[in-house]
């Protein structure tokens, strides 16, 4: 199965930057950056395209972060800007077997994720 690993969390202060990388082991896959603080539902934060290189951003997020994907290394990442203490989760990484897209199909292949906590 496909193989994933995230990396890049830490301990920052509010308003400072984070970039998160999800390396995985082969293929074109959709790829979606998760997160999940306790108590609260995993919800999804981004994603990208396996080969059109469309791209979703939860309303929370947008105009903060920005995903992007760097082929030849089979590495997605995501550049956080701007973090606020409610970014405080653990973040994961999943890859969907979905040509385009990448909203509309089961995450199937995940990472066993990143903390990032945004603290003053």
């Known amino acids: 199965e496909v193989q994933l690993q995230a990396s890049g969390g830490g301990l920052v202060q509010p308003g400072g930057f984070l970039r998160l990388s999800c390396a995985f082991s082969?293929?074109?896959?959709?790829i979606g950056w998760f997160r999940q603080a306790p108590g609260k539902e995993r919800e999804v934060v981004s994603c990208?395209?396996?080969?059109?290189?469309?791209?979703y951003y939860a309303d929370s997020v947008e105009g903060r972060f920005t995903i992007s994907s760097d082929n030849a290394k089979n590495t997605v990442y995501l550049s956080m800007h701007d973090l606020k203490p409610e970014d405080t989760a653990k973040y994961y990484c999943?890859?969907?077997?979905?040509?385009?897209?990448?909203?509309?199909?089961?995450?199937?292949?995940w990472g066993q994720g990143t903390q990032v906590t945004v603290s003053s």
């Open positions: 999943a890859a969907a077997d979905m040509k385009y897209g990448c909203l509309g199909r089961l995450y199937e292949y």
């Open positions: 082969s293929g074109r896959h959709a």
């Open positions: 990208i395209g396996a080969n059109d290189g469309s791209t």
